[in-house]
């Protein structure tokens, strides 16, 4: 595998459900990031990690709760969505944080019925 | 704060027509400026980027350059192809900073 990798691609789940999103980076990066893209709006920032530390939290509802567990890897844990969350999620690493170039995944297609 | 604004789209275009699509932004510094594409079913991937003014980024045809007295970074490529069809994000990311800044992305369709 080379890049940023993402899995499942595609994912549908109740309110009630418990999920999780995967990304896997094969780019030696140490910052990694999830976004979220919503038909007509912007990326939004959700989460940013930098050396497996959470550095930011874009004021993200607490039914998304993320982990880190090494800089190659980060998890998008979902309990308890809403309609409204089904979106594009993106992954993408970096070189550290704030470093320029970021390398997205190709996503994770969520629908909450 | 900081912010992006691409132009409305969807544009639609015959191969090989010329392309612009306009990026303008606002920063309290000196940010970098980049353009990425999103073809369908796929992530982000970065076209080209710029660090400083007058700068230009290059790749695949495509041009932009960074006018710091116009922030602006205008996407352009002379002669379009079918394959060039996908949506294109202008960003820009203060130095130092941990995120980058998105325009609401410009849908480019092109027809044979």
């Known amino acids: 595998e080379t890049g940023v990798t993402q899995t499942p691609r595609h994912l549908v789940m109740g309110m009630t459900n418990k999920k999780s999103l995967k990304c896997e980076q094969h780019?030696?990066?140490?910052?990694m990031y999830w976004y979220k893209q919503s038909a007509k709006k912007p990326l939004e920032l959700m989460f940013v990690y930098n050396f497996k530390e959470q550095t930011e939290n874009n004021s993200v509802p607490s039914r998304f709760s993320p982990e880190c567990p090494n800089s190659s890897h980060l998890f998008l844990h979902l309990h308890t969505l809403q309609p409204e969350d089904s979106a594009l999620y993106l992954c993408?690493?970096?070189?550290?944080?704030?470093?320029?170039?970021?390398?997205f995944g190709p996503g994770t297609r969520l629908t909450v019925l | 704060g900081d912010s992006v604004t691409q132009m409305e789209g969807p544009v639609t275009l015959s191969e090989e027509a010329f392309l612009t699509i306009n990026c303008t932004y606002t920063?309290?510094?000196?940010?970098?400026l980049f353009w990425y594409v999103q073809y369908p079913g796929e992530g982000l991937q970065l076209l080209l980027k710029a660090t400083k003014a007058d700068d230009k980024g290059s790749n695949k045809g495509f041009e932009a350059t960074y006018r710091k007295e116009t922030t602006s970074f205008h996407l352009e490529k002379g002669s379009v192809q079918v394959s060039d069809s996908a949506v294109y994000f202008c960003a820009l990311s203060e130095k130092g900073a941990q995120k980058l800044v998105f325009g609401q992305g410009t849908r480019l369709t092109i027809n044979p």
């Open positions: 780019l030696g990066h140490n910052a």
């Open positions: 993408a690493s970096s070189q550290l944080a704030g470093y320029n170039e970021q390398f």
């Open positions: 920063a309290t510094g000196y940010p970098s």
